[in-house]
Nanobody, 127 residues
Framework: QVQLVESGGGSVQAGGSLRLTCAAS??????MGWFRQAPGKEREGVAA????????FYADSVKGRFTISQDNAENTVYLEMNALKPEETAMYYC??????????????????????WGQGTQVTVSS
């Protein structure tokens, strides 16, 4: 069982930045992802990485603006978000897909592949 707690959400104006933090009970050899869900919309993958190293995934819409990173010593994963847009207002979730590198390649940004989820942190971007 992996427990995940997100923090760092808040309100920001368009063009602003936020850094989300996911504190995990363990992240060794796991694919760790950030997802978001806006009201009335499906949950979508934003960014993911394999904590064993070697691969990151980003949604096309956030490439060049968002950065996912990890601190293995602190069992923490971050999402640095820059140049935020109003349409990115959503609840942001951290999720874990434990397993091998091969499994990480299968998890990617696929919601259904992730086994453990946090409660989410709200991000609101105003125009």
């Amino acid at each position: 069982q992996v427990q995940l707690v997100e923090s760092g959400g808040g309100s920001v104006q368009a063009g602003g930045s936020l850094r989300l933090t996911c504190a995990a009970s363990a992240i060794t050899n796991s694919s760790m992802g950030w997802f978001r869900q806006a009201p009335g919309k499906e949950r979508e993958g934003v960014a993911a990485l394999y904590t064993g190293g070697g691969v990151t995934f980003y949604a096309d819409s956030v490439k060049g603006r968002f950065t996912i990173s990890q601190d293995n010593a602190e069992n923490t994963v971050y999402l640095e978000m820059n140049a935020l847009k109003p349409e990115e207002t959503a609840m942001y979730y951290c999720a874990a897909c434990p397993g091998t590198f091969l499994k990480a390649m299968q998890c990617r940004l696929r919601v259904a592949k992730f086994d453990y989820w946090g409660q989410g942190t709200q991000v609101t971007v105003s125009s």
